[in-house]
């Protein structure tokens, strides 16, 4: 089955990975400044290495300070993992609509669900478009949201010439095999803000600090946790298996562009399908390349892409449509757009390592079955 996506390992990267296993650390060593380092260079902005894309986000809203009682506003067109980061803070989440083109969050949708217990705006880049930051950040400055970016889809993207990472109070990212670049699993989230920074390092080491301690004449050996915090540490094999692959981000950003250039110009043609969304503002690194199946004809099409061989995806499933939010009153039709959206989405295979030939066996399959 050819794969939606995939990493691509060469071998600077298992050499990478070797050295690391025949270092003195295997964890929490000198490759996670240096991952940090590196991906500071591409983000903008400090970051500080996680787990996950997942526990990036429960770090980021940690970070924020969420709580119960408090509301975080997001996309339901996006992984789960956004809305029950929160969640498992004991906030509120509530969904606002997306833009019907691009799939982000839509400024004009989250105005309307501001209240004063906003504490987080969550927007997601949405196969790595970044969202509508600048008038997203107007809502939060008004407001007294912070605004959180989930840019697991687009690292290596920027918005108005400027690097994602830099456009958020804070910003999450993943390094899952089918994402921009790999460290198995491994995540990270960037600030520009020491405060928020601070707080990240602690919540991911247990909740540990060193400095500004409350009891400080008790000898060397002495640490404090003044917050409660998790082992979120990502470990030094996977931090230089990603200094690695970020050498390489550039490589990749150019062939997902080429491929996604080439999917625009090979499908042009063809009937009953829509192509996905460009805006002039943005450079995005091309996570998915989202597809509309138009007629009803999206789950035909899936079923029958996927008995040809081809690992077609849909993302995403409304966050709110699953029975962990069903079961706290959320009802289909909240989110109409993302609802339409999600009916007719299906992601083509799209990663460094697909090659030419492949991907016109994508476009000549999906020609067939839609009929030109
Ligand atoms: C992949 C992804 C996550 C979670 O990242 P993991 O590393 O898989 O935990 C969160 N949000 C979005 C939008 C994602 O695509």
Redesign the pocket.
């Known amino acids: 089955m050819l794969p939606y996506g995939r990493q691509s390992i060469d071998d600077a990267d298992v050499e990478a990975v070797v050295a690391a296993l025949g270092s003195d650390w295997l964890t929490t060593g000198p490759r996670v400044a240096e991952f940090e380092a590196d991906l500071e260079k591409v983000a903008g902005a400090p970051c500080v290495t996680v787990t996950?894309?997942?526990?990036?986000?429960h770090a980021a809203y940690a970070a924020a300070g969420v709580t119960s009682g408090d509301e975080v506003i997001t996309t339901p067109m996006?992984?789960v993992?956004?809305a029950s980061g929160a969640a498992m803070l004991g906030a509120k989440v509530i969904f606002a609509d997306v833009e019907e083109d691009t799939a982000n969050l839509d400024p004009a949708a989250v105005e309307a669900a501001l209240t004063e217990r906003t504490k987080v705006i969550a927007a997601?880049d949405y196969a790595g478009v970044p969202a509508d930051y600048d008038r997203l950040r107007k809502l939060g400055e008004s407001s007294g949201a912070l605004l959180v970016g989930?840019a697991?889809?687009s690292i290596g993207s920027t918005y108005k010439g400027r690097p994602v990472g830099t456009l958020a109070d804070l910003t999450?990212f993943?390094?899952?095999p089918t994402?921009n670049f790999t460290t198995g699993?491994?995540?990270a989230v960037a600030s520009t803000r020491p405060e928020l920074i601070k707080r990240l390092k602690s919540f991911r080491t247990v909740g540990v600090v060193r400095e500004g301690l409350r009891h400080a004449d008790e000898g060397a050996w002495w640490y404090e946790v003044p917050e409660f915090g998790l082992n979120y540490r990502l470990p030094d094999v996977l931090c230089a298996l990603g200094s690695a692959q970020l050498r390489r981000l550039g490589e990749f950003k150019a062939r997902r562009a080429y491929l996604s250039a080439r999917y625009d110009e090979l499908l042009a043609d063809v009937p009953g399908l829509r192509l996905p969304a460009q805006r002039p503002d943005t450079d995005p690194m091309r996570h998915l390349y989202p597809v509309r199946i138009l007629d009803g004809r999206r789950r035909e099409v899936f079923d029958r892409l996927r008995a040809a061989g081809i690992g077609v995806q849909v993302n995403y499933i409304p966050v709110y449509w699953h029975p962990v939010f069903e079961d706290l009153g959320y009802r289909r039709g909240m989110c109409p757009v993302a609802e339409a959206f999600y009916a007719e989405e299906l992601s083509l295979p799209l990663f460094a390592d697909l090659s030419d030939a492949d991907q016109d066996r994508v476009v000549e399959t999906l020609r067939g079955i839609l009929g030109s």
Not at 52 to 57: Q, R, V
Request: aromatic share 14%.
């Open positions: 996950n894309g997942t526990t990036a986000l996006t992984f993992a956004t997601v989930d697991a889809h999450t993943s390094f899952f994402k699993e491994g995540g």
